[in-house]
């Protein structure tokens, strides 16, 4: 059983900037590709980033091509997501996955488990 806990979300102002992290347990973290979805009120889930067990692979959804970046520690068991230029737009609930394989599945959220999410609120 693997385990995925989210932190760092809050409320800022466009322009502004975040960082998640996504602490994971209960297996070996660099067995699992990882990606970060996210959910508004009243709209479909949708996908954000994914990176490879390494971390040397990623590939993001276009509406956050060029503002966040996802990155892992594979020592210290924890995925993270730096988000820049933030907009009114991606305010949701963001969630982390976790994967046994990094295929471009990934996107449509396909992923074998996931934490309960954190809220982040950009006011404009």
């Known amino acids: 059983q693997v385990q995925l806990v989210e932190s760092g979300g809050g409320l800022v102002q466009a322009g502004g900037s975040l960082r998640l992290s996504c602490a994971v347990s209960g297996r070996t973290f660099s067995s699992y590709a990882m990606g970060w979805f996210r959910q508004a009120p009243g709209k479909e889930r949708e996908f954000v980033a994914a990176i490879d067990r390494g971390g040397g692979s990623t590939y993001y959804g276009d509406s956050v091509k060029g503002r966040f970046t996802i990155s892992r520690d594979n020592a210290k068991n924890t995925m993270y997501l730096q988000m820049n230029s933030l907009k009114p737009e991606d305010t949701a609930v963001y969630y982390c996955?976790?994967?046994?394989?990094?295929?471009?599945?990934?996107?449509?959220?396909?992923?074998?488990?996931w934490g309960q999410g954190t809220q982040v609120t950009v006011s404009s």
């Open positions: 996955a976790a994967s046994v394989v990094y295929t471009l599945a990934m996107s449509r959220g396909v992923m074998d488990y």
